[in-house]
């Protein structure tokens, strides 16, 4: 999972998992989900980000632990 912020147009992208999005749907205003061919959401972007979240610091808790 990838997070990129481009400041020029205050929209962050959240990438879920790696491959071409087929098609895209906005689900709220200015929140657009990324779905693979079998319908999977991919990634998500969220314009006018720093309205909507506060981006001055990051966190990650309970990430599971992959499989060897």
Known sequence: MTFEYFPDTDTLY???RP???VDAA????DVVFD???EGH????TIERASE???LSSF????IPALAA
């Open 52 to 54: 909507r979240a506060d």
């Open 14 to 16: 959240i990438a879920l």
């Open 41 to 44: 959401v991919i990634g998500m």
């Open 26 to 29: 906005e689900v709220a205003p």
């Open 35 to 37: 779905f693979d061919a």
């Open 19 to 21: 491959g071409p999005s």
């Open 59 to 62: 966190s990650v808790t309970k």
